[in-house]
Structure formats: structure tokens, C-alpha cells
């Protein structure tokens, strides 16, 4: 919000005049409220005074906000009345009436104070005569917005019509269309008048706001919605229905011939898919679902047109509850069987995600079999594979090639391994899908199946003439790929098919330093059985020792300790640090006992005392005090003793544990502590693939009331 957005909301004129003086923009929207103009934030505090000046500096009298309320709008809706006199006059000329019934209609705040107003109107006005098709009774409707002038009419009859409903007065709402109530207009309570019409059942009402255009499609409220489309006035009838009125009111709002029966997020969220999904559901008190879902379906004109928000047809969503009696009517109206959604989803694609066997059954309806995505060129077979559905061998007798990559690549058996379905990876080999392919990436099948422990594929993989070591465009072997996700039986089945146990990744980690790194210590100890270098060097010039160390394995330590010499205990990395400077209170003490240098000083200055108390490591520091660590090393980049740090760093009670209270001082001024060391993560694992597809998995099947 701009600052003279806010001096005119609070009344400061003067402050008001000085910021446009030296150049503020007088239409300078806000973000929230959203779209606010400064004139509207006068207008909603009846600051008139504030008014009066940006009206004289050429603020936009006519300016709407993302609500679709004009600056009069907004003064009204907060009953401003100084302001409303003001923009009135502004606006409608000196001779505009400003304490007209119709403005305080319009500034109506209570649906009592609405009720007290339509009662002294038409008492007052009840001399006046019938206008032609008004009803009698409510002839002072007509006079009261006459006097009112068209300015406030709009705002006059919204309150009315709210009045209206609530006494479920038929006439009234007839009197108030007649004189051109926006019956799409929300009311003050954020809901629309269809909306509130059908929230109590008015079947009366309903049929005349539809006549007078009222949208059945319109999200019901602002408030509480779901994310994308809110719930509908049909949506809210159809869910709720419950007896024979009830199905009264969704036939009136379908015989408006304007129903969305499928606007939603996605397949599950429509009132066609929910009532598709009632026609399986024997516990429902009505069984009118059937013959509903064909209403729903002979009410509209074009059966392709209507699609949720991802792009799914009719025809998609009865493939989804799998209801061949709707997909014949459906195609008998001229529904499109090749239908994409986004992406290039058919219901075929959508039939073959959740039952292939099923899909079999469009085919014989026309469906294509080799239909494919938009964006990655995939086939319904790459969508079984992906889903982990059961294989479905009369697709591949069709047609459909096992073997057929996707534009990344990927084959059928590419997108199972790379999901982790072992059983159906098993059966497309079985079946003659090939293992010596490449994705985009340089991946093989040994990567996906590495990645994701699938022995039993493994297995069958390198039964076959396959390069263990190949390498993606990362550098990585399938390998590296098990010793990162912890798989101990695939990495000993890789090492005896001759996987490189020393192959350096770009970083320079090696399969053992990947296990360390994403702690697996069964890994990094089956490997160093295997013989892998326990010196070599990882990124960072960090040891095994350093990355046991930093990510707490004292196994894995304790294995390092017993085959390296005292040499790479006092390794030191790109940041100087020795193994004993990251270590936790178990691996302390055995570098400690190990003959681990408890005074050495890294670059700074720092002892591994120092990193202990900066790190909060109470254990480690009192393990070094025990062993002899100084307490009086003096650092050399901000000149703290332990002593002081410990102090400056700690609490009292933590500070007693590692010194005598005696030689406890505070520290001048709080020093910050030196950051603690960011552990390594492993290797960020990539998604499988995209087919390309909104798909979805069948859940729930209703509009949330």
C-alpha cells in the first residue's frame, strides 16, 4: 500500500496535499485491498475531507476495485455517509439527492434495519400507482429507486433482493427483477442469490433467477473455497440431494440449459463424476443416479465441450469410473473417443492407467491404440508401466511396441524401474522388453534398479551382456546409485559383476564416500570389506574418517580406525578441519584414544574445544577437557579463549561442566559463534519421469458439501 494510500485512509490532509505536491500517483492501486485506489481508502474510513482533495487533484471517480465495487460502491458498503454525500454530489451534480430511503437502503449494515426500511416504504408510497407488470403490493419499489437515482439503485435492490430471499418472497424478487437487479451480484454475506436460493431449497425463486440470467455455474461464495472453482449452485444441489424435491431442483437447474456438469479441479471433483460415482454406491438413500447422469448428459449440447480444469471430458470421467453404459451414451451423442486432456490424455490413456484390461473395451469402441502424449510422445503402455498396473499381453498382441522409447528416452520398462515396480519390470522382460537402452540422461536400466533396491531385476539384468560401469551424463555408475539409496545386497551383486569400487564421480566422491554421505553404514562397511580405499579423498579433501565423523557412524568410524594409520587421523580438509574437529561424543573418544591430535589448531586458530563449544557439542568439549584440551588457546580470528567462549556461548550450568567456577569470566561483549559445519548431503535423486498427463489415481469420488 502506497503512503498516500494510508495518510488518506487515516484523514491526514495535510499530508495528503504534500504527497502529491511532490508527485504521488492519486491512482495508486494497493495490494491489499486488493485494486484500492487512495480516493477508495478515504471513501471506506469517510474521511470527507480527504475526499473532497483527491476529487480536486483528478482522482478517478469512476475507478473499480478487483471486487468490482466503484469508489461509491466502497463508501456505501461501509457506511460512510460524509463520504457518500460527497461522491454523490461529485458525481450525480449539487442537485443529486444525498438522504434519499433508496441511499439508506443502500447503507442498510442489519437485515432488520432492511426489514424497518421496506416497511416504512411502503407505507409511505403506497398511494403510488401499478407500474405495468409490477406486482401491486410492491409498487413503492419502483418510486423509492427514482428518488434514489440511478447511482445507488444497484446497491438498493442488492440489499432488497437479500431481504427478499430471506423471507422467501417470491414477489418481491420478481418486483426487484423487474427493475434490473443484478442477480449475479454477490450479497453482502459474499454468497450469490442463486446460491442462497438453492442452499434453502426455494424451487420457487430458483426458477425465477434462473429466467432473469442468474449463473448456475458461479462458485457460491468467495469464502471457503477450495482451490480452483468454488462449489456451484448445481454443484450444491446435486451433492445434497436427498428426496424427490430435491431432485426438482437440480431438473429446474438443468432446464436452464446453461448447467456445468463438469467444472472441477480434476475427475474426482465434478457433479457428473460424483454422480457417476453414486451409481455404484448401494447405501445411498436415493437411487436416482442412474437416470440423473443421463439428464445431466441429454441437458447439454455439446457432450466434448464441458471439461474439468484439466482438461478431461465427459467421456474421460465416465472412462474413469469405468461405466461403459455412460460411455455409450456418450458416444452415441457424438462424444470424440480420441478426446485429449492436457498433455494428450485419452480416455484410453486414462482407461489403461487404472485397468488395462478395461481399456481393451474402448479399443473395441474405436478407440486408438497407439495414441500418444503431447509433450513426451508416451504410450499407454508407458502409463501402465509407470502406474505399476498388470500387464495386459493382448495390448502388445494389438500392437502396442514394448520396446518404445518416449522423446527422454524412456521405455515401457524404463518407467517401471524408474517407479520401483519390480514384479512388472520382471514380467515386460519376461515378455521381451530389451535392457540395453538409454534414456536422454544416459540412464540404463542397472541405474533404476540400483536406485531403487530392486535385487530380484538386478539380477535378471546382469544375467544378460550388460556394462556395469556405464555412466550418466552425471558421471554416475549404477554403483554410486546403490551406495547413495541402501541397497547392501544390489551393491555386493554389482560388486561381483565387476562394478568399479573406485570409480570418482566429477566431485571426486567415490562409491564409499557416497555411502558415507547419505549414511549408509551397512554400505560403507560392506565396501571397505570389499577392499575400497579408505584414503582416498572426497570433495572437499575430506576422508572417510572426516565424513564418518560428520555424519555421526561410529561403525563406520570404528571400522576406519582399525585398518588406517595415524597419518589420515590428522587428515586435514579444504577447511583445515581434522576428523576429531566435526565428531560427535562417540567418535571423539575413539579418535582420542586412537592418539588424535586434541591441540591441533586449524587456520583460524580454532582447537576442536573451540568447535565443540561453538557448536554446542557439551559431550565432545567435556571428553576433550577429560583428555587434556587447553582451555586457553586463543583463536586468531576473533581472539576467544575456550573460557570465554564457553561463557559467551553457553548457559551458566553448561559452563560449569567444562570449567572451574573460579576461572569463569564473562566475555566483554556476545561474539556470534562460528558457523557449524553443513553436513554433505548425497546426491538429489531425480523424479521419474513425466509422462506428460494429468492422470489421476481413483479416490474419492464427491464434492465435498
Known amino acids: 500500500m502506497s503512503a498516500l494510500n494510508l495518510a488518506s485512509h487515516f484523514g491526514h490532509a495535510e499530508i495528503v496535499e504534500m504527497l502529491i505536491a511532490a508527485g504521488a500517483d492519486v491512482e495508486a492501486r494497493s495490494d491489499d485491498p486488493e485494486g484500492c485506489t487512495p480516493l477508495m481508502s478515504a471513501a471506506c474510513a469517510d474521511e470527507a475531507e480527504v475526499v473532497k482533495k483527491l476529487i480536486e487533484h483528478g482522482a478517478d471517480l469512476h475507478a473499480i476495485a478487483a471486487d468490482g465495487n466503484s469508489v461509491l460502491d466502497v463508501a456505501l458498503l461501509h457506511r460512510c455517509p460524509e463520504a457518500v454525500g460527497v461522491l454523490l454530489e461529485a458525481i450525480g451534480g449539487e442537485e443529486y439527492p444525498k438522504e434519499s430511503v433508496a441511499v439508506q437502503f443502500a447503507m442498510a449494515r442489519e437485515h432488520a434495519t432492511v426489514k424497518a426500511l421496506m416497511a416504512t416504504a411502503s407505507v409511505m408510497y403506497s398511494y403510488m400507482e401499478v407500474q405495468e407488470g409490477e406486482p401491486n403490493k410492491h409498487a413503492w419499489i419502483g418510486w423509492v429507486l427514482k428518488q434514489g437515482g440511478t447511482l445507488v439503485e444497484r446497491l438498493a435492490m442488492a440489499k432488497m433482493l437479500r431481504a427478499a430471499l430471506e423471507k422467501h418472497d417470491v414477489d418481491m424478487v420478481k418486483a426487484v427483477v423487474h427493475h434490473g437487479c443484478d442477480v449475479n451480484r454477490r450479497l453482502e454475506s459474499g454468497t450469490t442469490p442463486l446460491g442462497m436460493a438453492v442452499t434453502k431449497r426455494y424451487l420457487d425463486i430458483v426458477q425465477v433467477l434462473l429466467e432473469a440470467g442468474a449463473d448456475p455455474n458461479q462458485a457460491m461464495s468467495e469464502s471457503g473455497k477450495r482451490k480452483g472453482p468454488g462449489m456451484t449452485p448445481f454443484d450444491y444441489a446435486v451433492v445434497n440431494m436427498r428426496d424427490k424435491n430435491d431432485e426438482q431442483l437440480v431438473t429446474t437447474l438443468l432446464n436452464s440449459g446453461r448447467c456445468r456438469i463438469n467444472q472441477g479441479v480434476d475427475l474426482n471433483w465434478t457433479a457428473f463424476s460424483f454422480v457417476l460415482g453414486q451409481t455404484k454406491d448401494p447405501s445411498r438413500a436415493w437411487n436416482a443416479a442412474p437416470d440423473l447422469a443421463e439428464q445431466m448428459v441429454m441437458s447439454i449440447e455439446s457432450v466434448d465441450e464441458d471439461r474439468d480444469a484439466n482438461g478431461f471430458t465427459l467421456l474421460h470421467v465416465a472412462t474413469h469410473h469405468q461405466d461403459l453404459r455412460m460411455i455409450d451414451l456418450l458416444l452415441d451423442r457424438g462424444a470424440d473417443i480420441e478426446a485429449k486432456a492436457n498433455g494428450g490424455v485419452t480416455p484410453f490413456f486414462l482407461a489403461c492407467e487404472h ?80 535392457v540395453n537402452w538409454k534414456t536422454d540422461r544416459n540412464h540404463t536400466a542397472l541405474h533404476f534398479a540400483a536406485r531403487n533396491g530392486l535385487n530380484n531385476v538386478l539380477a535378471k539384468i546382469l544375467e544378460q551382456e550388460i556394462d556395469v560401469n556405464a555412466a550418466d551424463t552425471r558421471g554416475w555408475l549404477s554403483l554410486h546409485e546403490a551406495c547413495a539409496s541402501g541397497n547392501t545386497a544390489v551393491v555386493a551383486q554389482l560388486l561381483d559383476a565387476g562394478a568399479d569400487i573406485e570409480r570418482p ?147 551458566w550450568s553448561e559452563a560449569r561442566r567444562l570449567v572451574r567456577p573460579g576461572l569463569l569470566r564473562m566475555a566483554a561483549a556476545r561474539r556470534e559463534g562460528r558457523p557449524r559445519r553443513e553436513a554433505a548431503g548425497g546426491e538429489e535423486v531425480e523424479e521419474p519421469e513425466d509422462l506428460g498427463g494429468p492422470f489421476e489415481v481413483i479416490g474419492g469420488d464427491s464434492i465435498p458439501p
Open 355 to 434: 485397468d488395462p484390461y478395461f481399456g481393451l473395451q474402448l479399443i473395441r469402441r474405436g478407440a486408438n491404440l497407439k495414441a500418444k502424449t503431447h509433450e513426451t510422445n508416451a504410450s499407454a503402455l508407458h502409463v501402465m508401466a509407470a502406474k505399476g498396473r498388470s500387464f495386459c499381453p493382448p495390448l502388445i498382441e494389438m500392437g502396442l511396441d514394448i520396446n518404445e522409447q518416449t522423446l527422454k528416452g524412456h521405455t515401457p520398462l524404463a518407467c517401471a524401474l524408474s517407479w520401483g515396480h519390480e514384479a512388472l519390470a520382471l514380467t515386460l522382460m519376461e515378455e521381451g522388453a530389451h
Open 505 to 651: 564421480l566429477p566431485d571426486g566422491n567415490r562409491p564409499l564416500h557416497c555411502a558415507l554421505i547419505n549414511e549408509k553404514e551397512d554400505i560403507a562397511l560392506l565396501l571397505l570389506e570389499r577392499g575400497a580405499d579408505f584414503t582416498a579423498l572426497a570433495s572437499k579433501k575430506r576422508t572417510p574418517l572426516h565424513l564418518a565423523a560428520d555424519h555421526d557412524l561410529p561403525h563406520a568410524a570404528d571400522a576406519l580406525l582399525s585398518l588406517t594409520e595415524c597419518s589420515t587421523i590428522e587428515a586435514v580438509d579444504d577447511e583445515t578441519w581434522t576428523p576429531l574437529c566435526s565428531s560427535s561424543p562417540a567418535i571423539a573418544d575413539m579418535l582420542i584414544r586412537a592418539g588424535a591430535d586434541i591441540h591441533y589448531a586449524d587456520k583460524d586458530g580454532w582447537t576442536p574445544l573451540h568447535q565443540a563449544v561453538c557448536s554446542g557439542d557439551t559431550g565432545v568439549a567435556v571428553s576433550l577437557v577429560h583428555a587434556g584440551a587447553s582451555l586457553d588457546a586463543r583463536t586468531t580470528d576473533d581472539g576467544l579463549t575456550v573460557r570465554e567462549r564457553a561463557v559467551d556461548m553457553w548457559s
